[in-house]
DNA sequence: AAGTGGTCTAGACCACCAT
DNA sequence: TGGTGGTCTAGACCACTTC
C-alpha cells in the first residue's frame, strides 16, 4: 500500500474501493472480494480493511451481510434531485458537479439573535451570501455568519478564490484552533420573496432549511450557517444498516 | 464487565457511559477518564472502549480531541422542540418520551405509485396511519406501506400492541430475511388539509418529510413510510465531528 | 463443515496537546 | 517530555450463512 501524502491506510484504501465501484470493477448487485481477500491483497491488516469498508458502507455503497458477503448495492439514481449522503464532516466539504456564485461578499450588520447563536458578546455580526447551482439551475442559498473579527480577515483576503470549496475550508488557516465540528439541524419553513427568487421557488412555498453550527476544539462557534434548499432540486439523503442480529 | 443479554460489550459499555453522562457522573463541559482508564476500570480491551466512545461521539454527547481528551459537551437544549439525532439504525426505533395512537389500522387500497416504491408486481399496496405525540402534542404522522402478503400478517395478528417500538420491529419475525437497513430521503413540501389537522399545522404551511424505505438482505423493499414533521415541534438533528488534523 | 462478517484482545507506533 | 487520542498489526473466537 503506498503512502499517499498522508492519508492514512484506511482512507487510501477507501477511496480505491469507491472507484472501482464507480468505474465498474466490482458490479452492482454483485458479491465483493472478502475481507480476508481485501486484506491479503492490500497487505493491510484485517482492521484497516473494516476502518474502509465501514465507509464504504455508511456512503450506502454496498451491505456488508454477516456470514454471506459483502454486496455491491444496486442503486438507481434519484429523480434528477440533486441528493446527497452526509456521514462525515468531508462529505461538508464536497459538493461535486456544483457551481458557487457570491451574491454578496460579508459585510457588517446588526443582528442579535444570529450573535446569539455565535455566543458573541455584541449584536454585530458578519454575514456573506452565497448561491450554488447544479446544471445550471440554483438549487440552495447560504447565509454564512462570523464575528466581524473573522469577517474582517475574509475582507483583507478575499473571498473570490475559494472555487469549489467551503466558507469555513477558507477560514481555516486564520483560525487560533482548527474546526472540531458541526451541529446540524434540519427543518422546513416558507419560503420569502428573496430567498424564493434566489432558488427558483415561488413565495411561500415549502423550503429545506439546514442550519450549520461550526465550532473548534476550544469548544467556541466559529461559523453559523442557514442553507436554503429548492426541495424539489435537492433531497438530503442518508443511510443506514443495522450490524448483526439484532436482539 | 458483566454479559449483560447478548449485548455486545461495546454495547454495554456505551450504555453505561450514556447513563453516567445523563445521571451527571460526568458533568458537561468536564473530561472524561481517558481510553486507557476506561480500559482498565472496565477490564476490556481499548478497541471495545473506542467502539463505544465511537457511538457517545456520533450521538453529540462528547467530542473527543486529539492530544487532549475526551470531553462532555455542553448543551443546552433546544426550544422545546422534540429534537432527535439518528446515526444508527438503533436509533429509528426508539421514541423516549413519546406516545403513539394508531389513526388507521391496515387497510388495502390501490397506490401505483407507492407499490412500484416497494417494487410490488401489482398496485395494491397495505396502508395503515400512525401518530406519534410529544407531552400531548402530536408532532409526527406516518404512513405504513406494505405489500398486501405482509399487511395480511398485521390483520391477524393486530397492530395494538406495539406500544413505544416501531411497526417494522412489530413485522420482523413473520420476514423471511431479517430487515439489513434503511435509506431516508428528507425534503420539505406544503401540508394538505388532512395531514395539517392530524399534526396541528394550517393547510399550505411547511412541513418536514421523511421517507424511508426499508431493504431486507436479499435486497427485497419491505416497508415504505412516509412521515409528516411538524418543524415547529419537531427537528432532525445530526451532529458531524473532525477526526484528527484535517490535511 | 467451511466461509464470512461481528466482536475482542494485547500489543505497537505515531501525531498532537499539554507542561 | 509525558499523556492523549488516531492508526495499525496479528492474532483469536463467535454468530451466522451457505453448502
Chains 1, 2 share one sequence.
Do not use: C
Amino acid at each position: 500500500m503506498k503512502n499517499q501524502k498522508d492519508k492514512p491506510s484506511y482512507q487510501v484504501l477507501a477511496d480505491d474501493i469507491r472507484n472501482k465501484i464507480e468505474n465498474g470493477d466490482f458490479l452492482p448487485g454483485s458479491k465483493m472480494p472478502t475481507e480476508a481477500h481485501l486484506r491479503d491483497s492490500y497487505g493491510v491488516s484485517r482492521h484497516t480493511v473494516r476502518e474502509a469498508l465501514k465507509q464504504i458502507v455508511s456512503a450506502g455503497l454496498v451491505d456488508q451481510i454477516q456470514g454471506s458477503g459483502t454486496y455491491v448495492r444496486r442503486r438507481p439514481n434519484p429523480d434528477g434531485l440533486y441528493s446527497r449522503s452526509i456521514g462525515s464532516m468531508d462529505d461538508l466539504k464536497m459538493w461535486p458537479g456544483t457551481d458557487t456564485e457570491i451574491v454578496q461578499s460579508f459585510e457588517t450588520h446588526v443582528d442579535a439573535s444570529v450573535a446569539a447563536r455565535l455566543n458573541l458578546n455584541y449584536v454585530e455580526v458578519d454575514t456573506a451570501i452565497l448561491r450554488r447551482s447544479f446544471e445550471e439551475k440554483p438549487f440552495v442559498l447560504t447565509y454564512h455568519h462570523v464575528s466581524p473579527e473573522l469577517g474582517q480577515i475574509f475582507r483583507e483576503h478575499g473571498l473570490t478564490d475559494l472555487g469549489a470549496g467551503t466558507v469555513i475550508g477558507a477560514a481555516e488557516p486564520f483560525l487560533k484552533s482548527p474546526i472540531a465540528g458541526v451541529q446540524q439541524q434540519i427543518n422546513a419553513i416558507d419560503a420569502d420573496e428573496v430567498i424564493g427568487t434566489q432558488i427558483g421557488v415561488p413565495k411561500d412555498t415549502s423550503i429545506l432549511l439546514i442550519e450549520r453550527l461550526y465550532y473548534d476544539t476550544d469548544g467556541a462557534f466559529i461559523e453559523f450557517t442557514e442553507s436554503f434548499f429548492n426541495p424539489r432540486r435537492y433531497a438530503f439523503r442518508m443511510d443506514l444498516q443495522r450490524k448483526g442480529r439484532g436482539s
